[in-house]
């Protein structure tokens, strides 16, 4: 459904990334979906370059672990 240029024109015509994205259009659609679905922006995890693409600031997901007393910490 959101696969090839069809799909990566789809996702920047609802403005969730920008015109300028360089995601493989093999994959944009689809990739770009699933974050958007996941509550997550597209750019968050790109390693494309922002100052070609002008995508959001990179941002890596966070990581939950427990201590010894059983209290989940998000870093």
């Given at each position: 459904?959101?696969?090839?240029?069809?799909?990566?024109?789809?996702?920047?015509?609802q403005g969730y990334v920008p015109a300028t994205c360089t995601l493989p259009v093999e994959i944009a659609g689809p990739?770009?979906?699933?974050?958007?679905?996941?509550?997550?922006?597209?750019?968050?995890?790109?390693?494309?370059?922002?100052?070609?693409?002008?995508?959001?600031?990179?941002?890596?997901?966070?990581?939950?672990?427990?201590?010894?007393?059983?209290?989940?910490?998000?870093?």
């Amino acid at each position: 459904m959101f696969e090839g240029p069809i799909g990566k024109q789809m996702m920047i015509q609802q403005g969730y990334v920008p015109a300028t994205c360089t995601l493989p259009v093999e994959i944009a659609g689809p990739l770009i979906w699933s974050e958007i679905n996941a509550g997550r922006s597209p750019c968050w995890e790109c390693n494309g370059d922002r100052s070609v693409c002008k995508g959001q600031e990179k941002r890596p997901r966070h990581k939950t672990t427990v201590s010894d007393k059983g209290t989940a910490h998000v870093f």
